[in-house]
Nanobody
Framework: QVQLVESGGGLVQPGGSLKLSCAVS????????MGWFRQAPGKQREFVAATHWNTDTRYADSVKGRFIISRDNTKNMVYLQMNNLRPEDTAVYYC?????????WGQGTQVTVSS
């Protein structure tokens, strides 16, 4: 059974940083494109960042230069370092394969950027 558990969210002031973690079981992250996605209140879930098995990465334009996706294949973990956070980054953040698979959505972790 595949399970993805996100953690690391919280309340942060604009300009602050957070690092999200995704613990993956039942799936070997080193063999998958893994991604982070987010859903803000009243909006559709959107792509944030992805890391390929060969370490190539891609980002949504809205987070490019501020967010960094990484993985630790030995721990089967995926991370999202978020810097210079903005109020518009407020959302529930999810990890999943990329492209996402409907059966792999976890509960996500809430990120709130507010002063």
């Amino acid at each position: 059974q595949v399970q993805l558990v996100e953690s690391g969210g919280g309340l942060v002031q604009p300009g602050g940083s957070l690092k999200l973690s995704c613990a993956v079981s039942g799936l070997t992250v080193s063999t998958y494109m893994m991604g982070w996605f987010r859903q803000a209140p009243g909006k559709q879930r959107e792509f944030v960042a992805a890391t390929h098995w060969n370490t190539d990465t891609r980002y949504a334009d809205s987070v490019k230069g501020r967010f960094i996706i990484s993985r630790d294949n030995t721990k089967n973990m995926v991370y999202l370092q978020m810097n210079n956070l903005r109020p518009e980054d407020t959302a529930v953040y999810y990890c999943n394969a990329d492209p996402p698979r409907s059966g792999l959505w976890g509960q996500g972790t809430q990120v709130t950027v507010s002063s």
